[in-house]
T-cell receptor
Framework: EAQVTQNPRYLITVTGKKLTVTCSQN?????MSWYRQDPGLGLRQIYY???????DKGDVPEGYKVSRKEKRNFPLILESPSPNQTSLYFC?????????????FGPGTRLTVT | DAKTTQPPSMDCAEGRAANLPCNHS???????VYWYRQIHSQGPQYIIH???NNETNEMASLIITEDRKSSTLILPHATLRDTAVYYC???????????????FGQGTILTVHP
């Protein structure tokens, strides 16, 4: 089954404790992206990757890091989480080799930073 | 990407057609109209897209006006499971530095009643 998976689905942590949210897709997609969703602000892009070893900032990259060492994986790293990073996070992927229309989203990771 | 305007909420009776409008008066000639939906904090789900012709798939139909300044998503026989936030997004299909980024507005909350 074609899918994007995220782990963990729920996470409660404390300020300053480094964490990683994993994202994996099994569709051989070149493009992957991270969004965060907050009430009243909608979904906002954090980082994206056009292919392996190619990453770039989205609209709200501060406080986050990403890496793309393999095509299927695109982890989101919070080196020193703060309460304002409490949010619902989504990973997404999309094909780029041909004109593409459908972006696939993961189930979401709800992060709470206390 | 062109800006879109959607009503904040709509109601529909189960079994009836749900018609969700979207205005995109500044759409460019190479921009597509996409529809996604998000069911209760799950990952957004692609529904349908179109350029200028009407489109239909197993989930919905998309009607785009001749001047392309507005469109309507039609769910022909709404069910309770169609209760969700529906997002109308306008963007190019591929290329450019914003490739892949989906700009989600506030969307329309569709509530399907028994």
């Amino acid at each position: 089954e074609a899918q994007v998976t995220q782990n963990p689905r729920y996470l409660i942590t404390v300020t300053g404790k480094k964490l990683t949210v994993t994202c994996s897709q099994n569709m051989n997609h070149e493009y992957m992206s991270w969004y965060r969703q907050d009430p009243g602000l909608g979904l906002r892009q954090i980082y994206y990757s056009m292919n392996v070893e190619v990453t770039d900032k989205g609209d709200v990259p501060e406080g986050y890091k990403v890496s793309r060492k393999e095509k299927r994986n695109f982890p989101l790293i919070l080196e020193s989480p703060s309460p304002n990073q409490t949010s619902l996070y989504f990973c997404a992927s999309q094909i780029t080799r041909t004109p593409s229309y459908e972006q696939y989203f993961g189930p979401g990771t709800r992060l709470t930073v206390t | 990407d062109a800006k879109t305007t959607q009503p904040p909420s709509m109601d529909c009776a189960e079994g009836r057609a749900a018609n969700l409008p979207c205005n995109h008066s500044t759409i460019s000639g190479n921009e597509y109209v996409y529809w996604y939906r998000q069911i209760h904090s799950q990952g957004p789900q692609y529904i349908i897209h179109g350029l200028k012709n009407n489109e239909t798939n197993e989930m919905a139909s998309l009607i785009i006006t001749e001047d392309r300044k507005s469109s309507t998503l039609i769910l022909p026989h709404a069910t309770l499971r169609d209760t969700a936030v529906y997002y109308c997004i306008v963007r190019v299909a591929a290329g450019g530095t914003s490739y892949g980024k989906l700009t989600f507005g506030q969307g329309t909350i569709l509530t399907v009643h028994p």
